[in-house]
């Protein structure tokens, strides 16, 4: 049996089942990010104490743009707008707004083969940058091999808006050296100065990525939504439904821990408009990230 525990001096959630195979910890105040995950006694997110969240964004949903934005400055239906700048050493606006705020629970359930926790952010007050309101919900679905997050956005305001959305979560091996990255690739993103996008290189086609002691921060347009992460351990495969699937993959400075984050747009995606959307006043837009483990 699965159960879901508040821990309200924190605002944390705890999911666990009976046999301790499964654990999930959300945290209310970190925009809902799941700070440690456990599945099939595979610990696959942990917490990266003494890197701080500010920093990481670890498991953070990324919203209304993953990634950078140059500047914080873009231009959307005839006028400019400026998003705070968050990076300075960089001089960008980075994983969007909603990474600090506090979601509420709204619904939840438990049964013998799984947990489900829906938890909601809804903005009401005009952003700096993002003049809009919005309501974003998430759906985390815990099961003894597989994690399935919902993203549901809904736009509340008069006027359409941009947007990218994104997760950023870490994950561990036991040998990060002898782990691989594999997917099925359409093009590289190039990235120049500050990390932003300059171009594309054409890959189309299969690669296995051999992580060893290599530092990464690139970014894959894929021709399929399937990644697969493989350790010496266990093997971590990610769908994502949609269109725009790009992976980012970023070796923080913590041994045997990588970034793999799933996102429908790339750095300065509100500038080169890849992968960017707009979403109608009125209507929604929704995405499921799906993680399944298996063991090697």
């Known amino acids: 049996m699965y159960t879901i525990k508040l821990v309200n001096k924190d605002n944390i959630l705890e999911v666990t089942n009976t046999d301790a195979s499964v654990y999930g910890k959300i945290y209310l105040d970190k925009g809902a990010s799941l700070q440690e ?58 994983h969007g707004l909603v990474f600090n705020k506090t979601f509420e629970v709204v619904e939840e359930n438990t049964t013998e083969k799984n947990a489900m926790v829906a938890l909601q952010y809804i903005q009401t007050e005009l952003i700096d940058g993002f003049p809009y309101t919005f309501k974003i919900k998430l759906v985390y679905i815990f099961s003894k091999t597989a994690l399935d997050l919902k993203m549901y956005v809904e736009n509340t305001d008069t006027k359409p808006f941009p947007f990218t959305v994104g997760w950023h979560p870490y994950f561990t091996s036991n040998n990060l050296f002898e782990s691989t990255l594999n997917m099925n690739c359409k093009e590289k993103i190039i990235l120049g100065d500050r990390n932003i996008t300059t171009g594309t290189t054409p890959i189309h086609e299969n690669i296995s990525i051999k992580i060893r002691d290599e530092f990464f921060d690139d970014c894959w347009m894929l021709n399929s939504d399937e990644v697969v992460f493989k350790t010496p351990k266990y093997n971590l495969k990610f769908n994502a439904t949609g269109n725009n699937n790009f992976i980012q993959a970023y070796t923080p400075p913590r041994k045997n821990t990588i970034a793999i984050e799933p996102t429908t747009g790339v750095s300065d995606s509100f500038n080169n408009k890849i992968g960017l959307q707009t979403l109608p006043p009125n209507e929604s837009y929704e995405i499921t990230w799906n993680v399944k483990i298996s063991n090697n």
């Open 37 to 94: 995950l456990t599945l099939n006694n595979h610990n696959i997110i942990q917490d990266l104490s003494p890197l701080d969240y500010a920093t990481t964004y670890a498991s953070s949903i990324l919203f209304p743009f993953a990634n950078r934005i140059k500047d914080g400055i873009y231009s959307f239906n005839d006028s400019q707008y400026e998003f705070p700048i968050n990076v300075r050493d960089e001089q960008n606006a980075l």
